[in-house]
């Protein structure tokens, strides 16, 4: 459990975009007494971040990992639970760019349930990275700026 009060969010970013999107709590994210299963949001975290990449960045997984031979691994993890979520809730997503580097960024992810509380709060760094070498690179300058619009700076 995190310090902070339960089901509040931080601020809203002074400036940069956030990415949202509603997720449907399935009966495969779920335990037999229908609660979500904690591992399943490390699973929707990753979905996440790839629907953003996809749809904002202008650069899918498959174009990373295919097209460029890259890899984009997280490379931390920290995750808060505030609430369970049950199945058949719709729950609010939002991913903001809380730090971008050289070669990695790293991102907040909050689940809010139809309650307007928070469920999960997620903070991840991937790293670019070269598979043939296993070493990070550079983020490309065209990428790095799609990403820095999503930058939540305070």
Same mark, same amino acid.
């Given at each position: 459990?995190? @310090?902070?009060?339960?089901?509040?969010?931080?601020?809203?970013?002074?400036?940069?975009?956030?990415?949202?999107?509603?997720?449907?709590?399935?009966?495969?994210?779920?335990?037999?007494?229908?609660?979500?299963?904690?591992?399943?949001?490390?699973?929707?975290?990753?979905?996440?971040?790839?629907?953003?990449?996809? @749809?904002?960045?202008?650069?899918?997984?498959?174009?990373?990992?295919?097209?460029?031979?890259?890899?984009?691994?997280?490379?931390?993890?920290?995750?808060?639970?505030?609430?369970?979520?049950?199945?058949?809730?719709?729950?609010?997503?939002?991913?903001?760019?809380?730090?971008?580097?050289?070669?990695?960024?790293?991102?907040?992810?909050?689940?809010?349930?139809?309650?307007?509380?928070?469920?999960?709060?997620?903070?991840?760094?991937?790293?670019?990275? @070269?598979?043939?070498?296993?070493?990070?690179?550079?983020?490309?300058?065209?990428?790095?700026?799609?990403?820095?619009?999503?930058?939540?700076?305070?």
């Amino acid at each position: 459990m995190s @310090d902070a009060p339960k089901g509040l969010l931080p601020p809203e970013p002074a400036t940069g975009r956030v990415y949202r999107q509603d997720v449907l709590i399935r009966f495969a994210y779920c335990d037999p007494a229908g609660i979500v299963f904690f591992p399943r949001y490390l699973e929707l975290c990753n979905n996440l971040i790839e629907d953003w990449s996809r @749809d904002e960045l202008g650069f899918s997984f498959a174009e990373i990992h295919k097209g460029h031979g890259w890899g984009l691994p997280t490379v931390h993890l920290d995750v808060n639970f505030f609430a369970p979520s049950f199945i058949g809730e719709v729950l609010a997503a939002s991913l903001s760019v809380r730090k971008v580097g050289t070669s990695s960024f790293g991102v907040t992810i909050l689940f809010r349930g139809p309650d307007n509380m928070d469920r999960v709060r997620t903070l991840a760094t991937l790293v670019l990275t @070269d598979p043939i070498t296993r070493r990070a690179m550079k983020i490309p300058d065209h990428l790095k700026a799609r990403i820095q619009a999503f930058h939540a700076s305070s």
